[in-house]
């Protein structure tokens, strides 16, 4: 598949396997869904480091906190807003690298495979608790 490009700001790829190695090269993550349950390259942004633009919708706002570790929008998305909150990270570096400080712990302290395995855990524990009960 050949990228779409729009000068040099903006390259629509496709679909990648690669999706980790490519992601540090990202200024910032736009994912302006109208529906979603728990989208995972929001999880790789984050632990890439990459800031978010995303809806606030379905499970987005259980991943990302808004004006912590992303901007959310209202959902559905909209060019107004979606287009103010892209110029707000990129004309502000120091906003960028502090929602991708914060998207980096969050991740890290939520989503990496030691904490999710802990949190499913204590789920089924839970779960198996209550039916002997």
Same mark, same amino acid.
């Given at each position: 598949?050949?990228?779409?490009?729009?000068?040099?700001?903006?390259?629509?790829?496709?679909?990648?396997?690669?999706?980790?190695?490519?992601?540090?090269?990202?200024?910032?993550?736009?994912?302006?869904?109208? &529906?979603?349950?728990?989208?995972?390259?929001?999880?790789?942004?984050?632990?890439?480091?990459?800031?978010?633009?995303?809806?606030?919708?379905?499970?987005?706002?259980?991943?990302?906190?808004?004006?912590?570790?992303?901007?959310?929008?209202?959902?559905?998305?909209?060019?107004?807003?979606?287009?103010?909150?892209?110029?707000?990270?990129?004309?502000?570096?120091?906003?960028?690298?502090?929602?991708?400080?914060?998207?980096?712990?969050?991740?890290?302290? &939520?989503?990496?495979?030691?904490?999710?395995?802990?949190?499913?855990?204590?789920?089924?524990?839970?779960?198996?608790? &209550?039916?002997?009960?």
């Amino acid at each position: 598949m050949t990228p779409l490009r729009s000068g040099n700001h903006v390259r629509l790829l496709g679909h990648r396997d690669d999706v980790m190695a490519i992601m540090d090269a990202v200024d910032v993550l736009i994912h302006p869904s109208r &529906q979603e349950a728990f989208p995972t390259t929001l999880l790789e942004a984050m632990a890439a480091g990459t800031p978010i633009v995303a809806t606030c919708t379905g499970g987005i706002p259980e991943i990302v906190e808004n004006d912590v570790s992303a901007i959310l929008i209202p959902s559905p998305p909209r060019p107004g807003p979606l287009a103010d909150a892209i110029a707000k990270l990129l004309g502000t570096p120091g906003l960028r690298a502090e929602l991708a400080v914060h998207g980096r712990a969050r991740f890290a302290h &939520q989503f990496a495979a030691g904490p999710w395995a802990r949190r499913l855990r204590e789920a089924y524990v839970a779960a198996i608790g &209550q039916r002997a009960s």
